[in-house]
């Protein structure tokens, strides 16, 4: 969340009141707005890595003192003590590096698993701060924070009219078209909203679909015939990006200045040799649309002669591409199923003609 928008508040509720959840909560450090002491944990090599309270409600406190994974492989440790765990970070912190590492850690995924990155507004001066108008190349946090998102809480909503709600919730729309947004006065809501989401399950993943059709009209959709299938293909797509310069003549797109989604769908089926070369060269190689900067994406994919339906969830540079379990109808009282492709990009700079025109390039799709 950005700054003063009620994340310490919200903290506080976490770890005071009895709400019968054993929840972990991590921050970067103890500040003055969380009244509590504890005692020192010295590690094994006499090294101060981690400040721990277990406080009356079962909740457990603790601060970084060192790396955020060492903090984490200590708290699994005590996993009998919680069955959640809080990372707050801070009002500027850029959430990418955090899910990459939790989402993508395999020996930190067989304990823990990212459950859903949680974003907190202040309702009141939020559209101020999306509109704050940066220097050329500099981000908008605030933008990017709503980017990330898979759960949104518009916290002071009291603080607003129901038309100035109606707006914020339109732009927030704009930039993020997957997270759920719910309403709260000071940062108390029902911890249900934000616990167990599974935002990165691969069932969850299939509501990309509805999603999509969904999204808001500067989307650019593209709704022709289209194919997607899921077999079982388990990829993490670990590579690098390079900042490339404009190259000249790029494509202007109208909306370079701000955050936002768009989405493409194409139709036909594609390989799965095809569909990593694509993300390859939009995500490492930066050939697609050098300008632009991803921050997630999901989508939903077909494959030539495969009965079942993939799910491509990326944060960043990082992709994943998994067999959903769920099949294409391929006849019945319905008839067949038509297969397809959609993908929702969420980023700086995108252009969903450019992207549907490397789609059709490099996915070989019939």
């Known amino acids: 969340g950005f700054l003063g928008s009620g994340k310490t508040t919200l903290v506080n509720y976490v770890l005071t009141h009895h709400h019968g959840k054993r929840i972990a909560v991590i921050q970067n450090e103890f500040g003055d707005e969380i009244k509590l002491e504890g005692a020192m944990v010295v590690g094994a090599e006499g090294d101060q890595r981690h400040e721990w309270l277990e406080l009356p409600n079962g909740c457990i406190c603790c601060s970084v003192k060192d790396d955020l994974v060492l903090t984490l492989e200590a708290l699994v440790e005590r996993r009998d003590s919680f069955d959640y765990v809080f990372i707050e970070t801070t009002g500027l912190a850029d959430p990418g590096p955090l899910i990459n590492s939790l989402w993508l850690d395999e020996d930190l995924e067989a304990s823990l698993y990212l459950d859903a990155v949680v974003t907190i ?206 099949q294409w109808r391929d006849g019945g009282k319905e008839g067949a199923e038509e297969r397809y492709i959609k993908l929702v990009f969420i980023g700086k700079g995108l252009d969903a003609d450019v992207f549907r025109k490397a789609m059709t390039k490099i996915l070989k799709l019939r």
């Open 121 to 326: 507004v202040d309702s009141k001066y939020f559209l101020m701060a999306l509109a704050e108008e940066k220097e050329e190349g500099a981000i908008n946090e605030a933008q990017r924070q709503v980017a990330f998102a898979d759960v949104l809480i518009a916290n002071k909503s009291d603080l607003v009219t129901n038309a100035e709600f109606k707006l914020l919730e339109e732009r927030v729309r704009d930039i993020n078209v997957f997270a759920p947004i719910y309403r709260s006065e000071f940062s108390v809501l029902p911890l249900e909203h934000i616990l167990d989401v599974a935002a990165f399950d691969i069932k969850n993943a299939l509501n990309v679909d509805a999603t999509i059709d969904s999204a808001p009209a500067d989307a650019d959709c593209d709704h022709t015939h289209c194919d997607h299938d899921h077999a079982h293909s388990h990829d993490h797509g670990h590579g690098h990006s390079h900042a490339s310069p404009s190259p000249a003549g790029a494509k202007a797109n109208p909306h370079d200045s701000r955050i936002h989604t768009v989405s493409v769908r194409v139709e036909g089926s594609t390989d799965m040799a095809s569909l990593k070369q694509w993300f390859a060269a939009l995500l490492w190689d930066q050939d697609v649309l050098p300008t632009c900067t991803m921050y997630r994406l999901k989508g939903i994919a077909s494959l030539h002669g495969d009965p079942n339906k993939y799910i491509i969830q990326g944060v960043r540079e990082n992709f994943d591409i998994q067999a959903s379990g769920e």
